[in-house]
Structure formats: structure tokens, C-alpha cells
């Protein structure tokens, strides 16, 4: 590998803005949800979770490749997460990192133990502080929306706390489009910080946040870190039609192993799927494109992502050295065709229902360089 003028290695990812901020960040970013094991959350008690040597390895290698961005979230593994990530950290340089988490799950008993309001956001990140053993988080997320709360409230503790010094910049999670839209205008009005990021599922089996919350993304300048880009390992071009995945081998035949029945949106059933031509159809696609470039499947799934031009980072998650370091290929040095970017869109795309169809067709040809993008037209980047 070739070094750089300073005798280091050169990273094997490029780094982008985070929306319209001056935070840069490598173009991949490690999802930590299997750092960890907690039995009492069948989420995380599968066979693809990480013992703290195990996650520490890959952040080893992740940070050795240039990735500097890490994501975690208190709910994970009901902190264990973070302590595994803030462990780790006592053995770096903590300005190289760019360290996210979030708030809003439910982390005890009390009444007040969950939720976006003041007093459990300043508990909550004092608590993800305290785990990650630093004294500063560079994004905080809200991981959700809060119907109990006020948006005025949420925004105004998230802004105290940037005041203080406890966290540089904030971002949202999994919101729909007109919440997404009401944070963006009331924090402008209240003249306080707002929101840089927007942490989605998106993938080529989920687009639908192209409708709404990418459009407010590319009109306020929100860079989003798309989550379950493989879907759950759908994606990754493993699994063959009418043959039932391995439930020791991957999330996917965990969830399909379990009596229960019960699906999470980071790794659907595989009733769906199994006979739908839809997925197969995608998949053969996806195949095609990386044998044209000599890549893996995962690696055109997370590139297709890359070149959205919405996109500041794509955050994925890695059970092994192997896992992470084939993921981390899409990240720079190659590029999907113009024409292969528009088969896998025409592959992965379904219907668009009313008024979806009509407003974005009626504006296809209305470009105007002196109002801002043109939200309908110009969607992806090189």
C-alpha cells in the first residue's frame, strides 16, 4: 500500500461533509448494534453478536483502513455498546474520531426513563458520556420521534448541550417527512442549533424515504447515513431461493429460526422473501454489476448508496475482519456506470403512488440554479 508524505498508509475511504456542516467524515461508517451481547433483548442475543476482543479487533482494523467514523446508540445492548466503544477509546487519539450515539429508548423502570424530554436527554447523555468514557459526543441523535413531547423541548435541551461543550453536533433518526421538515423550520425559528444528519433505512429494498424525508434533506442541506444498507444481509448475495438460511449464520435465519415469528425492520422475515421475484430479480442485477467490476454483491449494494448525492456516509455493520474489510472496498476507487446505476434503480424501484408520480413528473424539467437543487432530477453523485 502505497504512503503518504508523513509515512502513513493511505486510508482506503474517502471523506465527505456531513450535510452542510464542516464535520468530515469517512464515507463508511461502523455501526456498532453487535457490539455486545444482552440475552434480556432478543435482538441482541443472536449468534452474530461481538464479545469485546471481537469489536475491538474490527475497530482496529476499521480505524487502520481511515475509517474515523462510529456509531452507537444507548439501547444497544443496553449499553454495552458503548462501553465496549469507550473501553477502546482510552486507547486512541479521540480528536481522530468522530463518536455518534442517540436518545429516546427506554433505559429503566421510572416513569421518566424514556422519551425526548429535557430531563431524560441531559440524563441520557450524561449516562452515554460516563459509558464512552469521554467528555464529548461529535453527533447526538435522537432516535425516533416523541409524540409526548414538544418539539420546542427536544430542541432547545440538544442546543443547551451543544452550548456546554457535551456534544458538537446534532442529528435525528427515523422520522417521517413532515416531522423532519418541523425540526428543520422550528429550530431556525428559535434561531438555535439545527440538525446536520438524517440516520434513515434506505437501501435498494427500502426507497421509499426518497419520497419525503430526502427531498427536505436535499433542500436544507441534511446529509443522510442511511442504516441496514444490506437489508439485514438480503443484500449480500448469499442466501439461494427455496433454500431456508442458516439460523447460526446470519441475522436473517436467526429471526426466521425463532418460534416467535417476530421481524425488526434491520432483518425482515424471510417469508417475504423467499418466493418474491421482485428480491430475486434484484438480486441477479446486483450480480450482474459486480461481475462487470469484479466486486462482491455488498460492495454494489453500499456503492449504489454512495452515489446518491444525498449521502454523506453509509453505516455498516461488521460480525467479522472479513465482513468489514469487504464492506469497506466500496467505499473509494471505483464506480458504478451511469447505466448500471439506472438499472439497479429501475430494478429496485416499484410503483410511486399519488401524488408522488404526478408532482415529481410535473417538475422534472424545472431546473432553476438560482433555487437551490433540483430535488427530482439531480440524485446522484460520482
Given amino acids: 500500500m502505497a504512503g503518504t508524505t508523513t509515512g502513513q498508509p493511505s486510508p482506503q475511504v474517502a471523506y465527505r461533509f456531513l450535510g452542510k456542516s464542516g464535520l468530515k467524515v469517512s464515507n463508511i461508517c461502523l455501526g456498532t448494534m453487535t457490539f455486545g451481547k444482552n440475552s434480556a433483548i432478543e435482538l441482541f442475543n443472536g449468534p452474530t453478536q461481538n464479545d469485546e476482543a471481537e469489536a475491538h479487533l474490527i475497530l482496529d482494523r476499521f480505524v487502520e483502513m481511515g475509517g474515523n467514523f462510529i456509531d452507537t446508540a444507548n439501547i444497544y445492548s443496553f449499553g454495552i455498546s458503548e462501553q465496549i466503544i469507550g473501553n477502546w477509546l482510552q486507547k486512541q487519539k479521540r480528536e481522530n474520531l468522530v463518536i455518534a450515539t442517540k436518545v429516546r429508548a427506554t433505559m429503566g423502570q421510572g416513569p421518566n426513563e424514556t422519551g425526548l424530554s429535557r430531563r431524560h436527554i441531559l440524563q441520557m447523555c450524561d449516562d452515554s458520556l460516563k459509558r464512552l468514557q469521554t467528555d464529548y459526543i461529535d453527533l447526538y441523535q435522537t432516535h425516533g420521534w416523541d409524540s409526548a413531547v414538544p418539539i420546542e423541548e427536544t430542541l432547545r435541551a440538544l442546543d443547551d448541550l451543544v452550548k456546554c461543550g457535551k456534544v458538537r453536533y446534532i442529528g435525528v433518526c427515523n422520522v417521517i417527512g413532515w416531522q423532519m421538515q418541523k425540526i428543520v423550520d422550528k429550530a431556525e425559528a428559535l434561531g438555535i442549533n439545527s440538525i446536520i444528519g438524517l440516520q434513515q433505512q434506505y437501501s435498494l429494498l427500502c426507497r421509499h424515504p426518497e419520497l419525503e424525508e430526502f427531498q427536505v434533506c436535499r433542500n436544507e ?123 439497479l434503480d429501475t430494478a429496485s424501484s416499484e410503483e410511486l403512488p399519488y401524488p408522488y408520480e404526478m408532482v415529481f413528473r410535473m417538475n422534472i424539467s424545472r431546473k432553476n440554479p438560482f433555487n437551490g437543487p433540483s430535488s427530482f432530477v439531480e440524485n446522484t453523485q460520482e
Fill in 221 to 343: 442541506g441534511i446529509g443522510v447515513l442511511p442504516w441496514s444498507p444490506l437489508k439485514g444481509g438480503l443484500l449480500t448475495g448469499k442466501f439461494q431461493r427455496g433454500v431456508k438460511p442458516d439460523s447460526e449464520g446470519s441475522r436473517i435465519g436467526f429471526v426466521a429460526a425463532k418460534e416467535s415469528g417476530r421481524t425488526f425492520q434491520s432483518s425482515p422475515g424471510w417469508s417475504k422473501y423467499e418466493n418474491n421475484d421482485f428480491y430475486w430479480n434484484l438480486v441477479d442485477v446486483m450480480s450482474k454489476v459486480a461481475k462487470n467490476h469484479g466486486k462482491s454483491v455488498p460492495q454494489v449494494a453500499l456503492r449504489w448508496l454512495l452515489q446518491k448525492n444525498v449521502v454523506s456516509s453509509v453505516i455498516i455493520g461488521a460480525t467479522s475482519i472479513k465482513q468489514l474489510e469487504d464492506n469497506m472496498g466500496a467505499s473509494t476507487g471505483w464506480t458504478i456506470t451511469k447505466e448500471e446505476m439506472e438499472e
